[in-house]
Nanobody, 127 residues
Framework: QVQLVESGGGLVQAGGSLRLSCAAS????????MGWFRQAPGKEREIVVA????????YYADSVKGRFTISRDNAKNTVYLQMNSLKPEDTAVYYC????????????????????WGQGTQVTVSS
């Protein structure tokens, strides 16, 4: 069982930056592949970024490539999402997700593949 707690959301002007953190409970964080998803009002949940257990393999949605960076610190049981050059269309609730994986270099992009979710953190980008 893994519990995930996101932090770092807030209100920022377009062009600004935020760093989201997702802290995981437990002693086997390095066994979990991680992902960040977001859901805007009236829209479906979508994958933003994903990272493998090792941190060596990553996936970025086209909409955030070059602006967002995912990283993980397995010693701190934490995954980060650095968001730069934010746009109003990035406004959403951002969710951290985790799934146990047997594969050290595999990431997952389908929300149905994740077993554990955080409560979400609101990111609002004003124009």
């Amino acid at each position: 069982q893994v519990q995930l707690v996101e932090s770092g959301g807030g209100l920022v002007q377009a062009g600004g930056s935020l760093r989201l953190s997702c802290a995981a409970s437990g002693r086997t964080f390095s066994s979990y592949a991680m992902g960040w998803f977001r859901q805007a009002p009236g829209k479906e949940r979508e994958i933003v970024v994903a990272v493998s257990r090792s941190g060596g393999s990553t996936y970025y949605a086209d909409s955030v490539k070059g602006r967002f960076t995912i990283s993980r610190d397995n010693a701190k049981n934490t995954v980060y999402l650095q968001m730069n050059s934010l746009k109003p269309e990035d406004t959403a609730v951002y969710y951290c997700a985790a799934r146990r994986s047997d594969y050290i270099s595999t990431y997952y992009t389908d929300g149905e593949q994740y077993a554990y979710w955080g409560q979400g953190t609101q990111v609002t980008v004003s124009s």
